[in-house]
């Protein structure tokens, strides 16, 4: 038993990679998949594809590395978050296609929250803001909008998952409805202080806590996946959200250490250790990791489009026909505009929260074009770090600001990491894994079934690739960074 096999289930794509019992990749496979758009601010998945994707590519990965599957001693699987789907315990088909952590259908709904005063008690037990983003009012709108849909789920028919809990349900053949603390927290119905699922919440938003999965730990026995699947029988032994698997791949074990991927959106991950730091600049708080029954939270800033940005560059405006053309466009950008994009097409998170916002583009001229466009969406990405560390800091003050260690697609462009590390004015380290993401899944798999060392040792093996030193004029980076203020408010205010 030498392999792990890691499933990165993500927001466009799929990935399964296979890692040696020295924690180095072996074999990969990836697939994207549908988005499905059906209004303005909705985002749907079919789960059903995103399972067919998981499956293709796990096998495909395991054929590629050349491996017996009897020779998988664990599956760790991390995924996006947030995003919530409802199925029949029985027939074991979903009732509605998948929502999306970036679907804003439930925005007026938690405005009543709001308006009811149910911030405090939500922020209280979960550590979240009221905002669609998270699963709680999904999941209402999907018993409120399916027909038949809550009878079924008082009845305990229907059962409710994140990504991560239908895909161990599907591998298991329904023999397991699960999730790990880190998914559980990022449902708005968890509390993270107790560590169970909050019947206040679940009350007010009338959800039967009969289709709530089992909260386990990060690394934990969550079930086995059938022979049928992928060739044997292999236990599933880790499971975290994509960011916080971010945060365990990047070796972010102690308190003060801070990450940031650079996916579809970005979102930066502090560890507080055992400490619940409440934010006072609309971050969250959220659980880093759950080990051996020992909860380690996070402060999180959370943004809904970084690498979206480019995807829109491409799919949007047809100005590029690949992500990795947008580097050289923005160095062909003119200096003498100032071409801003804020990209609020789902609204925008930390720290504004505004789910009503859509994007907007600011300093156009007659020749403004492609290059201004792309170099515009790429130093969005940094801008909207930088706000989200400033608040941050703001939160942990007692400490010196902490190097950011960034992973996630994205992170490819060297000209994005550059930008960010001026416009932070600090350095930005790019380790030589970037799918980190998966190595996190990889270890709490490997960790817990005893072929890897403990995080001591692991962190150990993390290393740098390259460090981005900020090279910007201080007054010039302050001068753009106040233009960026200006067109965020004068974005918000549109609304
Ligand atoms: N060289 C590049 N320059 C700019 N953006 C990139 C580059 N390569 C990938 N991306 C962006 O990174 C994102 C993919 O990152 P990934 O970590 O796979 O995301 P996810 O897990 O959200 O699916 C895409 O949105 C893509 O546009
Ligand atoms: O799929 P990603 O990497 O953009 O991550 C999505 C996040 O988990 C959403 O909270």
């Given at each position: 038993m030498q392999y792990i096999l890691a499933i990165d289930q993500g927001t466009t794509s799929s990935r399964a990679i296979v890692f040696g019992s020295d924690l180095k990749p072996v074999e990969s496979a990836q697939q994207e998949f549908t988005q499905h758009f059906p209004r303005s601010g909705w985002v749907e998945h079919d789960a059903m594809?995103?399972?067919?994707?998981?499956?293709?590519?796990?096998?495909?990965?395991?054929?590629k590395a050349g491996i017996t599957p009897g020779d998988i001693a664990g599956i760790g699987i991390t995924n996006q978050r947030e995003t919530t789907l409802v199925w029949d315990r029985e027939t074991g088909e979903p009732i509605h296609n998948a929502i999306v952590w970036q679907d804003r259908r439930s925005a007026e709904y938690c405005r009543e929250l709001r308006e009811a005063d149910f911030e405090e008690t939500i922020t209280a037990r979960t550590g979240l803001i009221i905002d669609p983003y998270f699963s709680g009012t999904k999941l209402r709108w999907l018993l409120e909008t399916v027909e038949g849909a809550r009878e079924k789920a008082t009845a305990g028919k229907l059962a409710f998952g994140t990504i991560d809990s239908w895909l161990i349900w599907k591998l298991t053949g329904g023999a397991s409805h699960v999730t790990d603390a880190t998914n559980a927290a990022r449902t708005m119905l968890y509390d993270i202080a107790k560590g169970r699922w909050s019947s206040t919440i679940c009350d007010k938003l009338d959800i039967p806590m009969e289709m709530l999965p089992k909260v386990l730990d990060s690394a934990a026995e969550f079930g086995t996946a059938q022979a049928e699947h992928l060739g044997a029988e292999i236990p599933i032994l880790g499971v975290a959200g994509d960011q916080q698997a971010a945060t365990v791949g990047q070796a972010c074990f102690k308190p003060g250490m801070l990450k940031s991927t650079y996916g579809t959106g970005c979102f930066a991950l502090l560890n507080t250790g055992d400490e619940m730091v409440r934010s006072q600049n609309?971050?969250?708080?959220?659980?880093?990791?759950?080990?051996?029954?020992?909860?380690?939270?996070?402060l999180e800033g959370s943004i809904f489009v970084a690498g979206a940005v480019v995807q829109w560059l491409r799919d949007g405006l047809g100005i590029i026909e690949a992500a990795d053309e947008t580097q050289g466009l923005a160095d062909q950008a003119d200096d003498g505009q100032d071409v801003i994009i804020v990209p609020a097409f789902t609204g925008l998170g930390a720290p504004y929260w505004e789910a009503e916002s859509r994007g907007a583009v600011f300093g156009l001229t007659r020749s403004s074009g492609p290059a201004e466009f792309a170099r515009a969406a790429l130093q969005s990405v940094g801008f909207q770090t930088r706000d989200l560390l400033e608040a941050m800091q703001a939160d942990w003050a007692d400490d010196a600001p902490p190097t950011l260690r960034v992973d996630g697609g994205m992170t490819a462009s060297d000209w994005t990491m550059q930008f960010l590390a001026d416009i932070l004015g600090a350095p930005v380290d790019r380790p030589e894994v970037l799918e980190t993401t998966a190595l996190g899944a990889a270890w709490l798999a490997g960790y817990k079934a005893g072929l890897y060392p403990g995080p001591e040792d692991f962190a150990k093996g993390w290393a740098l690739e390259r460090t981005f030193e900020p090279q910007m004029d201080a007054d010039l980076r302050e001068a753009r960074h106040a233009a960026w203020k200006r067109a965020v408010k004068a974005t918000i205010s549109a609304t």
């Amino acid at each position: 038993m030498q392999y792990i096999l890691a499933i990165d289930q993500g927001t466009t794509s799929s990935r399964a990679i296979v890692f040696g019992s020295d924690l180095k990749p072996v074999e990969s496979a990836q697939q994207e998949f549908t988005q499905h758009f059906p209004r303005s601010g909705w985002v749907e998945h079919d789960a059903m594809e995103i399972w067919e994707s998981v499956l293709s590519t796990a096998r495909a990965a395991i054929d590629k590395a050349g491996i017996t599957p009897g020779d998988i001693a664990g599956i760790g699987i991390t995924n996006q978050r947030e995003t919530t789907l409802v199925w029949d315990r029985e027939t074991g088909e979903p009732i509605h296609n998948a929502i999306v952590w970036q679907d804003r259908r439930s925005a007026e709904y938690c405005r009543e929250l709001r308006e009811a005063d149910f911030e405090e008690t939500i922020t209280a037990r979960t550590g979240l803001i009221i905002d669609p983003y998270f699963s709680g009012t999904k999941l209402r709108w999907l018993l409120e909008t399916v027909e038949g849909a809550r009878e079924k789920a008082t009845a305990g028919k229907l059962a409710f998952g994140t990504i991560d809990s239908w895909l161990i349900w599907k591998l298991t053949g329904g023999a397991s409805h699960v999730t790990d603390a880190t998914n559980a927290a990022r449902t708005m119905l968890y509390d993270i202080a107790k560590g169970r699922w909050s019947s206040t919440i679940c009350d007010k938003l009338d959800i039967p806590m009969e289709m709530l999965p089992k909260v386990l730990d990060s690394a934990a026995e969550f079930g086995t996946a059938q022979a049928e699947h992928l060739g044997a029988e292999i236990p599933i032994l880790g499971v975290a959200g994509d960011q916080q698997a971010a945060t365990v791949g990047q070796a972010c074990f102690k308190p003060g250490m801070l990450k940031s991927t650079y996916g579809t959106g970005c979102f930066a991950l502090l560890n507080t250790g055992d400490e619940m730091v409440r934010s006072q600049n609309r971050l969250l708080t959220t659980i880093a990791y759950q080990l051996d029954g020992k909860v380690t939270y996070a402060l999180e800033g959370s943004i809904f489009v970084a690498g979206a940005v480019v995807q829109w560059l491409r799919d949007g405006l047809g100005i590029i026909e690949a992500a990795d053309e947008t580097q050289g466009l923005a160095d062909q950008a003119d200096d003498g505009q100032d071409v801003i994009i804020v990209p609020a097409f789902t609204g925008l998170g930390a720290p504004y929260w505004e789910a009503e916002s859509r994007g907007a583009v600011f300093g156009l001229t007659r020749s403004s074009g492609p290059a201004e466009f792309a170099r515009a969406a790429l130093q969005s990405v940094g801008f909207q770090t930088r706000d989200l560390l400033e608040a941050m800091q703001a939160d942990w003050a007692d400490d010196a600001p902490p190097t950011l260690r960034v992973d996630g697609g994205m992170t490819a462009s060297d000209w994005t990491m550059q930008f960010l590390a001026d416009i932070l004015g600090a350095p930005v380290d790019r380790p030589e894994v970037l799918e980190t993401t998966a190595l996190g899944a990889a270890w709490l798999a490997g960790y817990k079934a005893g072929l890897y060392p403990g995080p001591e040792d692991f962190a150990k093996g993390w290393a740098l690739e390259r460090t981005f030193e900020p090279q910007m004029d201080a007054d010039l980076r302050e001068a753009r960074h106040a233009a960026w203020k200006r067109a965020v408010k004068a974005t918000i205010s549109a609304t």
